[in-house]
């Protein structure tokens, strides 16, 4: 098993940042691509970005490309997505998640293991 911690969510104005945090224990983190998703209300969750085991690749929803980035540290078990530039249809819960696979992240959006979600509220 793997859990998956999500932190640094909040409420802020249109244009500013947040960075998120998705704290991994239970196997080597190194393992497993990682992936953010969101879903806003009344809408299905969506896939925003991956990354891989070793952070070579990194993939990203079109809406929110030179926008965010995703980044991980192995050494911290933690992956991270800087959102910059942010609008209020960024306004979602967030949810970081782990599979071995990356087509499971970016294709089928049914990987292994979810966090429970942070909450990004961004006002106009």
């Known amino acids: 098993q793997v859990q998956l911690v999500e932190s640094g969510g909040g409420l802020v104005q249109a244009g500013g940042s947040l960075r998120l945090s998705c704290a991994g224990s239970?196997?080597?983190?190194?393992?497993?691509?990682m992936g953010w998703f969101r879903q806003a209300p009344g809408k299905e969750r969506e896939f925003v970005a991956l990354?891989?085991?070793?952070?070579?690749?990194?993939d990203y929803e079109d809406s929110v490309k030179g926008r965010f980035t995703i980044s991980r540290d192995n050494a911290k078990n933690t992956a991270y997505l800087q959102m910059n530039s942010l609008k209020p249809d960024d306004t979602a819960i967030y949810y970081c998640?782990?599979?071995?696979?990356?087509?499971?992240?970016?294709?089928?959006?049914?990987?292994?293991?979810w966090g429970q979600g942070t909450q990004v509220t961004v006002s106009s």
């Open positions: 998640a782990a599979d071995f696979n990356i087509v499971n992240l970016k294709i089928t959006s049914k990987p292994s293991y």
């Open positions: 239970g196997r080597p983190f190194s393992n497993y691509a």
């Open positions: 990354i891989t085991q070793t952070g070579g690749y990194t």
